[in-house]
């Protein structure tokens, strides 16, 4: 529901008011200092990231046209170049999350991924919530697009590109990057009081954050809806 919610504004925005900028929201980053290349952790905006990086993988999958092509493949998809120093790698990466990884790789980078259907099918059957949720977006995407004509799709991908805006805020300091994500938590599904404590908590991890991050989320995933209830109890 979600995502047909963001298409159908978006949508909207593009066919009766494309001249003008559509706000997406905020972020809010740690800047991690990288010399060679601007590199962020992203504190809030993942789920918002994460959908603009399969809508890009989806548009790209369905045009012939290589200039959307090479585009919004450079947008996945960061290409080494030894003069700049610059290492080849995805875009977006989950540190905490292997299995995101790996769904990422095969069904978002990989030309083509997103139109494996019978594959993405078969993954709504896992366990793991955000790849069960990933798999879902990618076909709901597809049904989205699939009345469109080919013209309509590279105009609609035009106005993605060059229209649609968000605006970040990005701190050296985690801590003070932390009370800007509690701070700014108003935009998007709004998240508990668990993603937040989760946030907050893992950040003070200095070793075995990754672990204990995965241990919470297996958590999280038995318990459902009824975790933020559970973690009310605990206090």
Not at 159 to 181: C, G, H, P
Not at 193 to 202: E, F, M, Y
Request: hydrophobic residues 40%; aromatic residues 12%.
């Amino acid at each position: 529901d979600n995502i047909n919610d963001l298409l159908d504004d978006l949508w909207y925005a593009f066919e009766n008011k494309n001249e003008n900028e559509y706000f997406l929201g905020s972020l809010v980053l740690r800047d991690l200092n990288n010399s060679d290349f601007k590199e962020y952790e992203v504190l809030d905006g993942q789920q918002r990231l994460t959908t603009l990086f399969m809508l890009i993988s989806v548009i790209r999958d369905k045009s012939n046209n290589p200039d959307l092509l090479n585009t919004f493949s450079e947008m996945l998809f960061q290409k080494k170049n030894i003069f700049k120093g610059i290492p080849e790698r995805v875009r977006i990466i989950y540190k905490i999350r292997d299995s995101v990884e790996s769904f990422i790789n095969e069904f978002v980078i990989k030309e083509n991924g997103t139109t494996q259907i019978e594959r993405l099918t078969e993954r709504l059957k896992e366990d793991n919530v955000s790849i069960k949720n990933m798999s879902n977006a990618i076909m709901t995407m597809h049904d989205f697009f699939k009345e469109k004509n080919p013209k309509e799709i590279e105009t609609f991908a035009q106005f993605l590109a060059m229209k649609v805006v968000v605006i970040y805020v990005s701190t050296n300091n985690r801590e003070d990057a932390f009370r800007l994500f509690t701070i700014l938590n108003n935009r998007g599904i709004p998240l508990t009081n668990a993603d937040i404590l989760k946030s907050i908590n893992i950040g003070e991890i200095e070793n075995n954050g990754n672990k204990y991050a995965r241990i919470w989320e297996e958590i999280e995933g038995e318990l459902g809806d009824d975790f933020d209830r559970f973690l009310s109890f605990v206090r």
